[in-house]
């Protein structure tokens, strides 16, 4: 399929969406006529870059020699729209920081809409502006995308999918495998934030709060990071199940006991509150601007400082170290005693009292 | 955050704590009885603390895990009807019922929906009139004068299409069955804070004078276990049998008069079911004749729960009545877990079992002798 394009004209923020709808339609998802005019007019502007220009069924890509990270992730956040965000800029740090984690620095990013029929073209308008900013604040383009529609009911009003690649410097290895015992475990900012925030405008629960979304590219954080300590063990972000569900997913990996100083786990008071009204443990919900760092126990002064230098990590600390053992994680309560982690059985629900 | 750190405070813990041992002259076995109390002291490892001299038991007072299987099979079957919402509180959607949990039924196609406030289903079905609204509506003294403000507002609108599922349970019913018990190993009960908030704590008296066992209604931070603790092993020490209020920051003799007049024009005490314990005299309250057209029961007659059989290997009723510790249930962490739970205390996080099971200490529990 090959539409001609114009830059120049496609780029003019005054181009008129398709006409007879203000609403995403199922011939939207045709492929041609709508189809076209949708991408042409409303996402083109928004999202496009020299590779998707060239209108292939794929993007081709020059490699270096080397290793390339790779990963996808799919959005379907409800609402589309909370405090500090929204379903487009989590879609592009979400796969950024993934590739962030994996040490690689971004080469190219891809983009999945399935959009549900009825969705108000003005909010697609909104969400594309936001994903084409994120992307070009990242300095990546998207290469190549797909668009599809469902019918009403199908679809929560839009779902969006990210992959994206890489390159990984030599020496870099940040799997969960490396993490030793005697790691020290750090991480860059306070936790919950986003997982709050979504949760305080979801119109059934109904609080008012301050709370804003963590969402934000760590790829900064990381290269500053690495470069005052290439040998980190490994790297995580802990979205959806939080800095808990992450430990325990390492703790396994590593076969290691993970041990967490309740006393130094940071969490503004906003959050801090709506979990005590919501009976909700900020361990366990979702940031998206955050990492967790293990390094050995010699380097985590250096490793602190050069987070703590860059803007997104000025509230890092460190969580606890690693120690030998069964795989498990380990709390040091503020009482001083010592127990279990548990990991909760499905997605944070609040509590009957 | 201030009235919720003071009583963190780790140093006011440990003082409070060395207060409990150096005042126990032997070791003592205390209950708590809310769930939110259990869910705090194994979070904080306030057992560790005191275990030298008390012995902590976890209540039954977990209003999800106490609710009959029965109840739970007719929400289900309500579920299956067609015209029917069923609303609940979110961890009420998770424990299983015969035949699975609500969120089953709702992945199966069924209209089900967490609320936060039995009030937002109220209004969801003044809002959707189509519908039948169904509130399954759990919980001790503390969540029951909320779910009878939504029949009452649900009333004076005229809304013909809200219902209420009610399985409300009662505290001192509970304490009177563990007071009695033959084999009885509680010598004194904290009493959940929240709950006396709302009823005040006279409900204690004759069971504290009858049985001889100091009550304490207690808070639900550390600071204030401990000092509910701390004033229980004084009683006990002194062979006394009182009332005593720790958490006055919250609780009047009296409780809440506004709250307890809602609840006595609504619902009505009644014997109820406990699930792992059996029917309670006056165990629960139920709707009241006045408030027939709200009551799921009522108005849905031909919709019933199964109630299919409690596993034969489940020993709730005894953990429920402070007889066994969940660890001494030979079923425990083997055949029976949070993912597998045999019976009522493992079905919720804060059921007695399930909070053993996730907040275990990492070392082998070793008790004094």
């Not at chain 1, 190219?108 to 994903?131: K, M, N, Q, W």
């Not at chain 1, 919950?192 to 301050?210: M, N, T």
């Not at chain 1, 987070?307 to 890092?316: D, K, Q, S, T």
């Not at chain 2, 066994?324 to 205390?345: I, K, Q, S, V």
Request: proline share 8%; aromatic share 4%.
């Amino acid at each position: 399929m090959s539409h001609a394009y114009d830059p120049e004209r496609l780029a003019s923020p005054s181009c008129p969406l398709p006409a007879g709808s203000d609403r995403v339609t199922l011939s939207h998802g045709a492929g041609a006529g709508a189809s076209a005019r949708l991408f042409d007019e409303l996402l083109w502007p928004r999202l496009g870059s020299e590779l998707l220009g060239a209108r292939h069924d794929g993007a081709v890509l020059p490699v270096d020699r080397g290793r390339l990270a790779f990963t996808t992730d799919t959005f379907v956040v409800s609402p589309l729209f909370f405090p500090g965000g929204d379903i487009g800029r989590l879609a592009v740090h979400g796969t950024l920081n993934d590739l962030a984690m994996c040490g690689a620095r971004p080469l190219a990013l891809s983009c999945g809409l399935v959009l549900e029929e009825g969705l108000p073209l003005a909010t697609l308008e909104r969400i594309a502006d936001s994903l084409g900013q994120a992307a070009r604040a990242a300095g990546v383009p998207f290469a190549t995308g797909d668009t599809k529609v469902v019918e009403r009911g199908k679809g929560d009003g839009l779902f969006v999918n990210t992959a994206g690649i890489g390159a990984v410097p030599d020496g870099r290895d940040l799997r969960p495998a490396r993490v030793q015992p005697g790691d020290a475990i750090l991480v860059s900012g306070s936790l919950g934030c986003h997982g709050a925030a979504v949760l305080s405008v979801r119109e059934d629960l109904g609080f008012e709060s301050e709370i804003v979304s963590d969402t934000e590219n760590l790829t900064g954080l990381v290269e500053d990071l690495l470069e005052a300590v290439p040998g980190a063990h490994c790297l995580r972000d802990p979205t959806r199940g939080g800095v808990g569900a992450a430990l325990h997913e390492i703790a396994a990996v590593a076969g290691l006991e993970i041990g967490l100083d309740e006393a130094a786990v940071p969490v503004d008071e906003p959050v801090a509150a709506a979990c005590e009204l919501l009976g909700l443990d900020p361990l366990f919900l979702a940031c998206e601007g955050r990492a967790l760092v293990f390094v050995a126990e010699s380097e985590a002064t250096r490793a602190l400082a050069a987070l703590r230098a860059h803007p997104l990590g000025r509230g890092a600390v460190r969580l606890g170290q690693v120690a030998a053992g069964s795989a498990r994680v380990v709390m040091q309560t503020r009482m001083g005693t010592r127990r279990l982690l548990p990991l909760p059985a499905g997605e944070p629900l609040p509590r009957i009292c | 955050m201030r009235f919720v750190d003071e009583y963190r405070d780790p140093d006011l813990a440990r003082r409070l704590a060395d207060a409990v041992l150096a005042r126990a002259s032997r070791r003592w076995t205390v209950m708590e009885v809310c769930g939110g109390q259990t869910h705090a002291i194994l979070a904080s490892g306030l057992d560790a603390l005191v275990r030298e001299r008390v012995e902590l038991l976890h209540g039954p007072g977990c209003p999800v895990c106490v609710t009959p299987l029965e109840t739970l099979d007719r929400a289900q079957a309500l579920v299956e009807r067609p015209d029917v919402t069923l609303c609940s509180f979110g961890d009420m959607l998770r424990v299983p019922g015969s035949h699975g949990d609500l969120f089953g039924a709702r992945a199966r196609g069924g209209d089900v929906r967490v609320v936060y406030s039995p009030l937002d289903a109220a209004r969801l079905a003044a809002r959707e009139p189509a519908r039948r609204v169904v509130f399954l509506a759990v919980g001790f003294e503390t969540t029951a004068p909320a779910v009878a403000a939504a029949a009452r507002w649900a009333r004076k609108q005229g809304l013909a299409n809200f219902q209420l599922l009610v399985s409300h349970v009662r505290v001192p019913p509970a304490l009177e069955a563990i007071a009695s018990a033959p084999d009885r190993r509680v010598d004194a009960f904290l009493a959940a804070g929240h709950v006396c908030t709302v009823m005040g704590t006279q409900e204690y008296e004759p069971i504290a004078a009858r049985h001889r066992m100091p009550i304490v209604a207690t808070g639900f931070e550390p600071a204030d276990i401990l000092q509910g603790l701390l004033q229980a092993v004084d009683q006990l020490e002194r062979g006394a049998a009182e009332v005593e209020i720790q958490y006055r920051r919250a609780v009047r003799p009296e409780g809440n008069p506004a709250a307890r007049a809602l609840l006595e024009e609504v619902f009505e005490v009644a014997d109820r079911p406990w699930r792992g314990i059996g029917t309670l005299p006056g165990g629960g309250l139920r709707l009241r004749g006045s408030y027939a057209a709200f009551d799921a029961e009522r108005v849905f007659p031909e919709v019933t729960g199964a109630g299919a059989a409690e596993s034969p290997d489940c020993r709730a009723d005894a953990v429920l009545r402070g007889i066994l510790r969940p660890p001494e249930c030979p079923e425990f962490g083997r055949a029976c877990t949070p993912d597998h739970p045999l019976g009522a205390p493992m079905v919720s996080a804060e059921g007695a079992c399930a909070a053993y099971f996730a907040y275990r200490a990492p070392e082998p529990e070793e008790d004094p002798p």
